[in-house]
């Protein structure tokens, strides 16, 4: 394992293997089937909303039930978008900033209340935006949904439409989830991190929750906006169920199960969202929510913080069955990238106040 | 230790990266899996066909989405025990149906489509508009016949639009309309009030209603108002009509509650109207009893299949061979609450015709074939209704006949009042 860490270590090897990643991430939509292809897309669709919504929950500590209106409200200015042949990059960006606006303008108002208040707002967004999406017919195509083809694979790159859409997620995911990433481990990352623990201690350390939380919810809808493209040029359809507040649920479980507080948490739940479904369809099509329902208990009850946990997990129970070595224990505490819910409760309090911020643990380990 | 941090992710990416790999192993593109021309389509071998099917087994349209497999379970649950369905191709063949639960979310529907069309001959007999507008576009690109579905929506029984669907449903106009030319028939004077719901299910019912009583000199719509489906009461829209004293109130309505709320506002205002219901909202448990519908001269309704419930129906023999079909092959042992459970059982009996018929195991074959039923009348059916696969423009089952409530049940009539 040393030897292992020590290779990796160099940075030549490091930049190989993320080379290799590229590569394979490019070759691998050639080499699939059509179905495999689709539902890796699927997933990216749902990674991307995932992580908008762990943006605002998981890292800010925000309650937010209404990430699908912004995933709805991203597919329907794609599909209108695309429907009158705009340009595709103009339909990207309109699909991005319609939410983010609606998301900065709910959470000047919400950010205000915090604490429940936040997540009651926002509960009321999924609810308002079916009817609402029923209503405005011209824009939306009523009850009965609109549909865009604008996704197809383009005759000059010889390509599949399946593998033509799994490029389009694998480009605009990848990025967002390379900018949230970087986000949440800089500056931002450790503001956020400050406001979910303490607000007190936020506002002595000159960070204004106001702000931040402000930040973090537009943030989300922005990335909902992107989510909501992906939707449309993945499943080339959208209807006002697709807002249904259930779902805006779902993806919040989503988030719990993979890892609240987590970029690759956040793969994990798209991947639950979009697999868990098929896999009890598989088992038995009229049971699939009671098999959801247990599956989610018993993730919760055997990883509390998610799958992402899941190495860290095995790997202090492998510890715990070798030899405890004092110096090493001492060196890596058993819960190190987690600036989620383990951390805080491990965190020495003075007082009630955390001794030191999670990321500066963090960044010490 | 930002560099340690870098390593740990590195290492979990590449790790990600090659468990794909090993998993997919080096599966190349299988190119063409729809088959030759020659052979055989998808999902059809010399002893099976398989059918799929996505509908909400789970979630609010649980109960009509069950129904909507059920049936067909069914009806081809009791044809494979007696040995298959002898094709036109003189092969005998057993019906496999595989049906998934898309909960009435049109991203599930498309990802269990996805699915299953590398497995199944057809999709049929899915409930619901968004759920099956989520992959009709695929469905026709990839030329997977999508038939006998479960929507009023027109646009499924459009050959141009849809080359691959046919709806099996009657349209909201088709109910409108019946309902329209009964009145119109009458021969008396009428004031009709409308009152319909604000989106495509209101406008269908209103427009098919205006269609049957075209140049009818007798009929006058004196007032038309409408309603969100969002709304939690129509009060003020049914103290508004009262004031028309109209002696007929066409509602469009598809929501339960507002239907009963809407009988008794009108009793409390003693406005004593003849109503008329859409098929979906005139349950006599459901609705007609606590509405208190008797205090009416007449509430009507459109149906075109039987109801096993009624009184009148307990000795037909379709309906006793259905309800033990239903316990025995689809594990279903209640009395059908929705109508989708006959007509999902109908829907059996029309794809089983077009199995006879066909005489190539292929898709195109099959969609010939089932364009090509006429005067057929499934078991289940009302006198005067039947499949009629040949006329463009409208779904397998257009006709319906209007009926009356009695006081228990519904009973067909032949004229208005």
């Given at each position: 394992m040393s030897l292992a860490t020590g290779l990796l270590s160099r940075a030549w090897v490091r930049w190989a293997i993320t080379a290799v990643v590229v590569v394979v991430l490019f070759v691998l939509p050639l080499q699939l089937d059509e179905y495999t292809n689709q539902n890796l897309a699927r997933i990216g669709v749902f990674a991307v909303a995932v992580l908008g919504l762990n943006v605002v929950m998981g890292y800010t500590g925000q309650v937010s039930l209404g990430q699908i209106f912004f995933v709805g409200a991203g597919a329907y200015v794609t599909g209108y978008g695309a429907s009158h042949d705009w340009n595709i990059v103009l339909v990207f960006v309109a699909s991005v900033l319609v939410p983010g606006v609606i998301g900065l303008l709910v959470a000047l108002a919400a950010a205000r209340l915090g604490g429940l208040a936040i997540a009651m707002v926002t509960i009321a967004l999924p609810i308002v935006g079916v009817p609402f999406a029923k209503r405005l017919s011209d824009f939306t195509g009523g009850s009965q949904g609109m549909s865009s083809?604008?996704?197809?694979?383009?005759?000059?790159?010889?390509?599949?439409n399946d593998q033509w859409q799994l490029y389009i997620v694998l480009v605009v995911g990848g990025a967002v989830f390379l900018l949230i990433r970087n986000l949440v481990r800089g500056k931002y990352g450790r503001a956020f991190a400050i406001v979910k623990d303490n607000e007190a201690v936020a506002a002595s350390m000159g960070i204004s929750p106001y702000r931040y939380k402000v930040l973090a919810f537009t943030v989300a809808s922005l990335i909902g906006g992107a989510s909501g493209f992906l939707y449309m040029a993945v499943i080339q359809f959208t209807s006002p169920e697709t807002m249904s507040f259930g779902h805006s649920i779902t993806l919040l479980a989503s988030m719990v199960i993979g890892g609240a507080a987590s970029i690759l948490g956040s793969l994990l739940g798209g991947a639950y969202y979009v697999l868990v479904p098929q896999w009890s369809n598989d088992i038995d099509p009229n049971l699939t929510e009671l098999l959801q329902g247990a599956l989610l208990l018993l993730t919760l009850l055997l990883l509390p913080g998610g799958l992402a946990t899941l190495p860290r997990v095995l790997a202090r129970t492998l510890r715990r069955t070798r030899t405890p070595d004092p110096s090493e224990r001492r060196q890596t505490p058993?819960?190190?990238?987690?600036?989620?819910r383990a951390s805080v409760e491990e965190t020495p309090t003075v007082g009630g106040i955390p001794a030191q911020s999670p990321t500066e643990r963090q960044e010490q380990a | 230790m930002k560099r340690k941090k870098n390593v740990r992710l590195t290492g979990a990416i590449a790790l990600i990266s090659a468990v794909a790999v090993s998993l997919t192993g080096c599966g190349g593109r299988d190119d063409?899996?729809?088959?030759?021309?020659?052979g055989a389509s998808t999902g059809i071998t010399d002893t099976t066909v398989t059918l799929g099917v996505t509908t909400p087994l789970s979630g609010a349209t649980a109960g009509p989405g069950t129904c909507t497999v059920a049936g067909l379970k069914a009806y081809f649950g009791a044809v494979n025990a007696k040995g298959g369905v002898k094709f036109g191709d003189g092969k005998t063949r057993k019906v496999e149906i595989k049906a998934q639960d898309d909960a009435y979310d049109p991203q599930k529907a498309k990802s269990n489509y996805d699915q299953l069309k590398g497995s199944v001959f057809a999709m049929t007999s899915g409930l619901g508009t968004p759920t099956n507008r989520a992959y009709r576009e695929a469905a026709i690109a990839d030329k997977v016949p999508q038939v006998l579905v479960m929507t009023g929506d027109p646009i499924f029984s459009d050959t141009k639009e849809s080359p691959e669907q046919l709806g099996f449903v009657p349209t909201y106009v088709n109910e409108g309309e019946a309902f329209g030319k009964l009145l119109a028939a009458s021969g008396q004077d009428h004031k009709v009030a409308i009152l319909s719901q604000n989106d495509d299910y209101g406008q269908g019912y209103v427009e098919g209603f205006k269609k049957g009583v075209e140049g009818a000199s007798n009929i006058s719509i004196v007032k038309e108002l409408t309603y969100e489906a969002t709304d939690t009461s129509v009060d003020a829209q049914i103290t508004q009509l009262a004031g028309t004293h109209a002696d007929v109130v066409f509602n469009a309505m598809s929501i339960t509650p507002l239907a009963i709320a809407s009988l008794q506002k009108a009793q409390q205002l003693n406005w004593k109207p003849s109503w008329f219901l859409p098929s979906n909202t005139s349950s006599p448990k459901a609705i007609l009893e606590p509405g208190k519908?008797?205090?009416?001269?007449g509430v009507y309704s459109v149906s075109f299949a039987k109801a096993p419930q009624s009184p009148a129906f307990a000795g037909d023999e379709d309906v006793k061979t259905f309800l033990s079909d239903l316990k025995q092959y689809?594990?279903?042992?209640?009395?059908?609450?929705?109508?989708h459970c006959m007509w999902s059982y109908m829907v059996g009996a029309t794809l089983d015709q077009a199995f006879q018929k066909m005489k190539e195991p292929t898709r195109e074959g099959f969609m010939k074939s089932l364009r090509d039923i006429k005067d057929f009348t499934a078991p289940l059916m009302l006198e005067g209704t039947s499949v009629d696969t040949t006329v463009d423009g409208q779904p397998a089952v257009s006709s319906v006949v209007v009926q009356k409530y009695n006081g228990t049940g519904y009973a067909t009539v032949e004229n208005f009042g």
């Open positions: 083809a604008f996704s197809n694979a383009p005759g000059w790159t010889g390509l599949y058993s819960a190190p990238p987690a600036p989620g | 063409d899996s729809s088959g030759g021309a020659r519908a008797m205090a009416y001269p689809a594990d279903y042992p209640d009395m059908p609450a929705f109508p």
